[in-house]
């Protein structure tokens, strides 16, 4: 099929469900690529595997009740998120065993509820691998007022973020409600994994939160400008997975996220400076590569606030 082909079908009265798939693509893979940035730079990636399986329950809720999937999402993966929170307060127990904890036994309850409906496997399909069809316009709307929270917290609080991502001891010494910026993050995380679920699906869904973030961390130094690569990543590689997917016949989730990882490759190999082909490149001209020497200033923060000035971002 051709790109104009595919233009022709989104204004296609008959294919309405086609450009609602796309824009809860683009809407939910920018706020993904966004959010991810945090997520890669704290290095919490397995927080966000958690809270796409401890969606599972509130999903399981909102398909017995036939409520909104999006909204039972939510609130299922926010309560989980503060609980990890809460919980890792603790350091007798760390962070990863409890989110090992809370993860496995939302997605136990999620199949225990689940299971008591009749005709759930199809459903359960479409949710674990993402589908573009019966997208309602509530889902439309929703997500498109959820991102933009998201987005506006974000840019409220992003010094932060950054802060607490870099140096939490630094942080709390400067007197940081880290506690609370945990759980803002973690709900963060959470909504942004929700209303990806319904093009992306629960199994491949942390791939459009860290995916399109690393490769932006592959492309440059600077947070700042990370943040604007990572949701252009996402937001490309929704867009032209949607369009293979829409040619090819191939499921629009899977689609989308080999879309997002030939990009990470890509950077991977040929990124200005941290490229494999760019550093051998610079080994066998008899130059080393230059050290990164980014820092807290190049990311927004005050000096009252910068990390270490060995901490790179």
């Not at 932006?216 to 130094?221: E, F, G, I, M, V």
């Not at 016949?249 to 989308?256: A, E, F, L, S």
Request: glycine share 10%.
């Amino acid at each position: 099929m051709s790109i104009t082909d595919f233009v022709t079908d989104l204004f296609n009265p008959d294919l309405a469900f086609l450009p609602k798939a796309l824009a809860i693509a683009v809407m939910s893979s920018i706020v993904c690529g966004v959010v991810g940035c945090y997520v890669v730079l704290r290095g919490m990636a397995f927080i966000g595997d958690a809270v796409a399986h401890a969606v599972f329950p509130g999903i399981a809720v909102a398909f017995v009740l036939q409520g909104s999937l999006v909204l039972g999402g939510a609130v299922a993966g926010v309560a989980t998120a503060l609980l990890i929170a809460v919980f890792s307060q603790n350091r007798r127990v760390k962070e990863d065993s409890l989110i090992g904890v809370f993860l496995v036994a939302a997605f136990a309850l999620g199949i225990v509820i689940i299971s008591q409906a009749p005709g759930y496997a199809g459903s359960l399909q479409q949710f674990l691998f993402g589908s573009i069809t019966g997208i309602p316009d509530r889902d439309l709307y929703l997500v498109g007022g959820t991102g933009l929270v998201i987005l506006g917290l974000v840019l409220a609080l992003h010094k932060e973020f950054v802060a607490v991502c870099l140096d939490r001891e630094m942080s709390r010494s400067m007197g940081l409600p880290v506690f609370w910026l945990d759980i803002v993050l973690y709900v963060l995380v959470t909504l942004a994994v929700v209303i990806s679920l319904q093009t992306i699906g629960n199994i491949l869904v942390l791939a459009l939160l860290i995916t399109p973030a690393a490769a932006a961390r592959l492309l440059t130094d600077r947070l700042g400008v990370m943040m604007l690569l990572a949701p252009v990543i996402g937001g490309t590689s929704a867009t032209v997975g949607l369009y293979l997917s829409w040619s090819y016949d191939t499921p629009v989730g899977g689609t989308i996220v080999l879309v997002a990882t030939a990009i990470f490759l890509a950077a991977w190999l040929i990124a200005p400076r941290h490229g494999l082909l760019t550093r051998r490149r610079t080994r066998s001209d008899g130059r080393e590569p230059a050290a990164d020497t980014s820092s807290g200033s190049q990311s927004g923060l005050p000096a009252s606030r910068q990390p270490s000035p060995t901490t790179s971002v």
